[in-house]
């Protein structure tokens, strides 16, 4: 599997950066059972340098959003898309009930992500941003929503469909940084 992301991720890089047109398959879960994902890059790099994935129609809407986004002064920076089986493992172990179940993120299904400065703490109380409002406001045009509880960082493509919401009955991160 780790050959295979690396040759993914060389494969989806030009001189000039990323192909935003970059496709392939990983592995993908969903309600615990495994199958083949198409994917697509967003115009994004993990902390790692690879490139970012989503499920193709969510990388597509994703990054029409992006750039709806910048017209409006805004920046989408993107913490963690599709994210493999060994890594919702990780960050089970890591992060406890912080984290979904492996096999039961939306992470896995490439169609949640996870946008830095939704956030800020001021004098030890945590807001909400105006890129969150920007986001409530306008991310349902491209399908996406905040569909988790508590984690305004934490949006997940559903389409044209509509939402769930996760409650969450453990404890809430307090910053995409702790991953969901």
Same mark, same amino acid.
């Given at each position: 599997?780790?050959?295979?992301? @690396? #040759? #993914?991720? #060389?494969?989806?890089?030009?001189?000039?950066?990323?192909?935003?047109?970059?496709?392939? +398959?990983? %592995?993908?879960?969903?309600?615990?059972?495994?199958?083949?994902?198409?994917?697509? +890059?967003?115009?994004? &790099?993990?902390?790692?340098?690879?490139?970012?994935?989503?499920?193709? %129609?969510?990388?597509?809407?994703?990054?029409?959003?992006?750039?709806?986004?910048?017209?409006?002064?805004?920046?989408?920076?993107?913490?963690?898309?599709? &994210?493999?089986?060994?890594?919702?493992?990780?960050? !089970?172990?890591?992060?406890?009930?912080?984290?979904?179940?492996?096999?039961?993120?939306?992470?896995?299904?490439?169609?949640?992500?996870?946008?830095?400065?939704? +956030?800020?703490?001021?004098? *030890?109380? $945590?807001?909400?941003? @105006?890129?969150?409002?920007?986001? $409530?406001?306008?991310? %349902?045009?491209?399908?996406?929503?905040?569909?988790?509880?508590?984690?305004?960082?934490?949006?997940?493509?559903?389409?044209?469909?509509?939402?769930? !919401?996760?409650?969450? %009955?453990?404890?809430?991160?307090?910053?995409? *940084?702790?991953?969901?």
């Amino acid at each position: 599997m780790l050959v295979y992301n @690396i #040759l #993914l991720a #060389l494969s989806v890089m030009t001189n000039s950066g990323l192909d935003e047109n970059a496709r392939g +398959t990983v %592995k993908g879960y969903k309600n615990g059972n495994r199958y083949s994902l198409a994917v697509a +890059t967003i115009h994004q &790099r993990d902390t790692r340098g690879s490139p970012l994935l989503l499920s193709i %129609k969510a990388a597509e809407n994703f990054r029409d959003m992006t750039a709806a986004a910048a017209g409006d002064g805004f920046f989408l920076g993107v913490v963690s898309a599709y &994210r493999p089986h060994w890594k919702q493992h990780q960050l !089970k172990r890591e992060r406890g009930n912080l984290a979904a179940k492996p096999g039961w993120s939306t992470h896995q299904q490439g169609v949640s992500i996870d946008i830095q400065g939704t +956030t800020r703490t001021i004098k *030890g109380k $945590k807001y909400r941003t @105006i890129l969150y409002w920007w986001m $409530k406001r306008n991310a %349902k045009n491209y399908g996406f929503y905040n569909d988790v509880e508590g984690e305004p960082w934490h949006w997940t493509y559903v389409g044209d469909g509509t939402p769930s !919401k996760h409650i969450r %009955k453990k404890k809430v991160a307090t910053n995409p *940084g702790d991953y969901i």
